[in-house]
Structure formats: C-alpha cells, structure tokens
C-alpha cells in the first residue's frame, strides 16, 4: 500500500467485478430503447474506470473525453469551468457520462445541463464512486459503482494535487498529506 494511502475502501479486483456487472446493466438498458450510448468521460479523473467499464460494454460505444474543473485541493468551488470540450456533435446522441465521483453533485449537474442544452437525447451518468452525504443539489448518478463514506479518496483516477490518480485501488488519503 502507499504511505499516503490510510486505508483502502475499493480493490482493484472489486472494481474489475463491479464494472462487469455494470456493463451488462447499461448494455440491457440501453438495448430495451435500441440506442447505443456515446461515453464521454470527465477528464481526467474517469481515465482509468472509463478503460476498464468500457471492456464490459459489450456493444459498438464510441466515447469522448470533456475536461471541466471544479475543485482545488481537498475544497469544492462554487461553478464548473469547461477547460476542454467535445470535440464532436451530441444532438440526438444518448450520453452517458462517465465520472470518478460525485460528491456535491455540482459537477454532474451543471455538465448534463451543458449536454442537454446541446441536444443530446438523454443524458445519464455512471460514477464509479459516489459519496451521498456530501450532496448539495439535488442529483443522483444512474449508475454507481461504490458508496463511499465522507472521506477525501485518492487512486484509480482520483488525485490529490494531480497525484496518486495512477493506484491501482481506491484508499482514503492520509491526513498529514494534506496539512
Ligand atoms: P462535485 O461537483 O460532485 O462536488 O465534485 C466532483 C469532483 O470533485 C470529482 O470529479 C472529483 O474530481 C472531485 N472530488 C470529489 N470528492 C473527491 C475525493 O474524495 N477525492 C478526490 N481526489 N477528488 C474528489
Ligand atoms: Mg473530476
């Protein structure tokens, strides 16, 4: 285990299960409207769970990355910045967004507010995490792989100052990392 790491919440093999059971959801879901969704994954945190959902999708998805910013630090920031968008058109196109986390659920809101607005047909999200008790606006992730308590986690995507995103599991980040 790191010496930043506390203690894990999430293995690797728990994710690699979770996200095959995940896939044959959405794959069904979808199947029943005969749409095929398009993955666009918030950069850069779903890196590495949009990787591995993905495998278990068994259906022709095509995805794209979005990179918006809302936290600095361990503290939520009010308004979602686009730093980079999608690099192709959504109107008529079923989305599904794909996030490492949904925590104040501002993210989420504000971007499918941003897809809708560009015509998507449906926009739903599927979070590898998500930390309910820290919620302020009233929005759920369709699709979630783990509840979590309310702790600040770093690993498979997740990063504390852009670092630890690369562990290979998620664990709650020590507090001296962050004094
Ligand atoms: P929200 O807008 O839901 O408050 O924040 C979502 C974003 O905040 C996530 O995409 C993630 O970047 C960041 N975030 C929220 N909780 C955590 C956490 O426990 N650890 C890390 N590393 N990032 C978090
Ligand atoms: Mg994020």
Do not use: W
Request: charged share 30%; aromatic share 8%; with cysteine.
């Amino acid at each position: 285990m790191h010496d930043a790491v506390k203690n894990i919440l999430v293995t690797e093999e728990q994710i690699i299960e979770r996200c095959k059971e995940l896939g044959k959801q959405i794959k069904n879901d979808y199947e029943l409207n005969n749409e095929t969704p398009l993955l666009v994954g918030l950069l850069k945190g779903s890196v590495p769970f949009m990787a591995e959902l993905m495998k278990h999708i068994d259906m022709d998805v095509c995805f794209e990355f979005m990179d918006v910013s809302s936290y600095e630090g361990t503290e939520s920031i009010g308004d979602v910045k686009v730093n980079l968008d999608l690099r192709c058109s959504v109107k008529n196109v079923p989305v599904l967004l794909v996030e490492d986390i949904v925590d104040t659920g501002r993210t989420i809101k504000e971007v499918k507010r941003l897809l809708a607005h560009k015509g998507a047909s449906s926009v739903k999200v599927v979070a590898l995490l998500d930390k309910p008790d820290r919620r302020v606006v009233d929005i759920e992730a369709e699709y979630v792989g783990f509840e979590i308590p309310n702790e600040f986690v770093i690993g498979y995507g997740l990063d504390f100052n852009q670092k630890y995103r690369n562990l290979p599991y998620v664990g709650v980040l020590k507090e001296e990392y962050y004094m």
